[in-house]
Every structure is written in C-alpha cells, then in structure tokens.
C-alpha cells in the first residue's frame, strides 16, 4: 500500500489523538473522585436533632450522629420533665448548622416542689410542730397517748424517720402525749434514773421513769447521736445514786446531732453562681476542675455531694468545674475528614500514588507506555519507509 506525503500527517496526528485519548482515560480513572474515596464530603451542613426529654448521655450520642456537639450550661426546675433530662437547646431543633458546632443545653432538675425534709421532733411542742408541717404543705396527724412520761402536749413518736424527704401533700402522724399536768404524785422518794446514753424514743422503757415530770430541751452536739439524751438536770454523781420526791420535774438534753443543712443543687452552673449558691446555704465551695466533653467551660461537670442531700454545716462542698476535654487525634470517620487533615489530604492527591496491581493492570490497557509508542512510532516508519518509494532523480 502506498501513501502519498499529503496523508502522512493525517496519519500520525490521529495516532497522538489515540494516544491523548487513553492517557487521559488512565488519568482520569486514576484521579477521578479520589476525594469521595477519602471521604471528603462537599456539604457540612446538618439539622439539629430534637434534644428534649433526653439524658445528656444521650443527646451526646445523638448529636454526635450527625456530627455535632452537645454542651450543658445550666440546670432548672420543670414540673414536666423528669430530673436530668434536657429542658431547653440552643439553636432549637430544626435549624440547619455546620458539622463541629456546639448545642448548648439547659437541664431539668426535676419539680420545683420544695422537699420538707424531717427530723426528730420527739420532746418539742405539738402545736409548734404541726404548724410548722402544715406551712410546708404536709398534711399533719395527731393522735394523743398517755402510756409516756413526756410531758403533756409534747410530742411523744412520729411515723417520719428523721432524715426522710416529703413532698407537699404527704401525710405525716404524730403522737401527742396526754399526760396530765395535774397528776397525783406521792411523797415518797425515788431513784432517778440514768437517762444519757438513752434514745429519747425509750425513755419511757426506762425503770423508775415513771415516778418524775420531764421537760425535755434539744440542741445540737457533735458527740451525740440524734436523738440520744446526753445531759439531765438531776442525776447521781456517785454509785450511791440519787433519790428525790416523787413527781420531781427533771430536765433531760436531747442531742440533735451535728448541724446540718442541705446542699443545694449547683450542677450545670457557671463557677461564679454555684460558689454564691452555696455561700447563700451556709457552706464553704471546694473548687477543683476536671475535663469534661458535655459541660461547658467554668460549669459545674459534678460535686462531691448531691443536691439535696445532708451534710455537716462546717464540711465543704466539692465542686468540679469543667476545663473542657483536650481531644487526642479522633478516628477518621468514613464519611467525613476533620477540616484539620484537608490540607494533607490535598497535598497527598498532587504527590504521586503508589498503585496497586490491579489499578497497574487497568492503567496499562488504557495508557500505552512510553515504549508501546516508541514501538508504534517505529513501526510506522519502517511501514512507511517500505511502501513510500523514492522517485528517481528525473533528467
């Protein structure tokens, strides 16, 4: 076959169009959505997820789906949500953010019904008493005995432990000494007996008690238990004992334990408000700090005891406050990189990349090789060198 000079360059133009052609088909194959492989993501925009009602255990987890932040900032009172659970999010749920932004959160303490915590109230006066009950909502019933010593119209048992918590509305008994005050007493002495050490609940199981009045004063004393009498007016000095007239009035010192006030909630506060919530009840604040991925910076993450619990006046309160949470490099999710890593990322793609043999083997159907063209380029030549004759000088 013979070829005239005007097709020669037809001929090799469209070999190099081929060429252009596969070597951009392997390049394009082998670049092409590299950053969907990595999984770079165009878009990092989400929708805040609906965070009421959730522990903050949970709203970390759900926000952290879609690739958000959750920090709690404070901590009210709600009559519909159960205690530490989200009460109120900012921004709310519905608005559309960017991955990485921070949801900040209030949590429920639970009802703002004030508990009425109980103590003893054996020896003081019924009718003080049940006022006091009744104020605080509690609804108050008295019934009267005289199988006691304690004096007439003095409290003599109570069905509330001290110590325990009620709420508005709750019951509570009382037993009401009916005791005459005009009983009949001989003029015969008696021993009195030893009452410290007795809890004032039993006084009146004690032998001989029987024969003498009572007045009956509380105060506090750290080396006696609540409720144990620890002083009486009139008592032996020796082992002789002491006697004294029948119906003698002998006053006994009931102990009302250690001082102590309950802790208020401060959880969730800014430092500044928990040290001044706590000053306000009369206890010192510890403060320490501690990281914490859920609670904002300077809050209360947690303190050593718990809002609504019973403490020595005199014993301070720890409070952790949140430094926030120095992260150690974080698995790359398989959909999205951390902005951090992008710049890397981009700087990989324009590097040359290993391949591996499959990818060789793809590359290589598509991209001939410098020495497939070399060959073709020869072989070319050698062809056209073999049909192209040469003219004879003409004369």
Do not use: W
Not at 39 to 62: F, T, Y
Not at 132 to 158: C, F, H, R, Y
Request: net charge negative.
């Amino acid at each position: 076959m013979k070829i005239s000079g005007k097709h020669f360059p037809v001929r090799v133009a469209a070999v190099c169009a081929a060429l252009a052609v596969a070597v951009g088909a392997g390049v394009y194959y082998r670049y092409s959505d590299r950053s969907a492989d990595r999984g770079i993501v165009v878009s990092d925009e989400v929708e805040v997820p609906n965070l009421a009602g959730l522990s903050l255990k949970e709203a970390e987890l759900r926000v952290r789906q879609v690739g958000l932040e959750v920090r709690a900032t404070d901590k009210l009172p709600s009559a519909e949500l159960d205690a530490d659970t989200i009460l109120m999010q900012e921004p709310s749920d519905g608005v559309v953010c960017r991955k990485g932004d921070v949801i900040y959160v209030t949590v429920s303490s639970g009802s703002d019904e004030d508990e009425v915590l109980i103590t003893k109230y054996v020896g003081m006066d019924c009718d003080q008493i049940k006022d006091q009950l009744e104020k605080s909502g509690l609804v108050v019933e008295m019934v009267e005995s005289d199988n006691t010593v304690m004096p007439s119209g003095t409290i003599a048992g109570q069905s509330a432990e001290s110590g325990d918590k009620l709420r508005a509305g709750d019951k509570i008994k009382l037993v009401v000494s009916s005791n005459p005050n005009d009983k009949e007493f001989s003029s015969s002495n008696y021993s009195v007996p030893n009452f410290i050490g007795t809890n004032i609940d039993y006084i009146s199981s004690v032998i001989g008690a029987e024969h003498f009045r009572y007045k009956i004063l509380t105060e506090y004393n750290s080396q006696f238990s609540e409720g144990i009498i620890f002083d009486q007016s009139v008592r032996s000095t020796d082992e002789s004992g002491c006697f004294c007239q029948e119906g003698t009035e002998i006053t006994v010192s009931v102990s009302m334990g250690v001082e102590k006030v309950v802790v208020p909630d401060t959880q969730y506060k800014n430092v500044d408000s928990a040290v001044q919530i706590l000053s306000e009840a009369g206890i010192a604040a510890d403060i320490r700090y501690m990281e914490s991925e859920s609670v904002e910076i300077n809050h209360v993450a947690e303190q050593d005891a718990p809002g609504g619990s019973l403490i020595s006046k005199d014993e301070p309160v720890v409070i952790y406050i949140s430094s926030g949470y120095q992260y150690e490099k974080p698995a790359v999710d398989s959909t999205v990189i951390p902005p951090a890593e992008t710049t890397a990322v981009t700087e990989e793609v324009a590097q040359p990349v290993e391949t591996t043999a499959v990818e060789t083997a793809l590359t290589e159907e598509t991209q001939p090789s410098e020495t497939v063209v070399e060959e073709a380029s020869f072989g070319l030549s050698e062809e056209l060198t073999e049909t192209v004759p040469v003219e004879d000088d003409v004369e």
